[in-house]
């Protein structure tokens, strides 16, 4: 019921930015937390960051904090995913991700029901 599909990956060298964008097609995206993650080549899958349904309440991950913002405008129902000073640990696939089950956000992946097909962002250095 809820599709995503991401933009806005791409090379950058390390200490640029990037904007991730994630448009939803389902009806329903302001009932769902958003949340972003992302998979390196031969490690799991990882959370990165969450977004409330409200978007008041955001949650990221120690390794993004203070770099990496996250936000969601419910009227073109899309989630952004700005990332300042770059690193090159930062390179991997960026996955968005719908939460319609919890009743709060979750970081788990196994929370989440909808996945984007994922962008790929590489960080040089």
């Known amino acids: 019921q809820v599709r995503l599909v991401e933009s806005g990956g791409g090379l950058v060298q390390a200490g640029g930015s990037l904007t991730l964008s994630c448009v939803s097609s389902?009806?329903?995206?302001?009932?769902?937390?958003m949340g972003w993650f992302r998979q390196a080549p031969g490690k799991e899958r990882e959370f990165v960051a969450v977004?409330?349904?409200?978007?008041?309440?955001?949650y990221y991950a120690d390794s993004v904090k203070g770099r990496f913002t996250i936000s969601r405008d419910n009227a073109k129902m899309t989630v952004y995913l700005q990332m300042n000073r770059l690193k090159p640990e930062d390179t991997a696939v960026y996955y968005c991700?719908?939460?319609?089950?919890?009743?709060?956000?979750?970081?788990?992946?196994?929370?989440?029901?909808?996945w984007g097909q994922g962008t790929q962002v590489t960080v040089s250095s």
């Open positions: 991700a719908a939460d319609d089950s919890s009743t709060y956000y979750s970081t788990t992946y196994h929370a989440y029901e909808y």
């Open positions: 389902g009806r329903t995206f302001s009932r769902v937390n």
């Open positions: 977004i409330a349904r409200s978007g008041t309440d955001t």
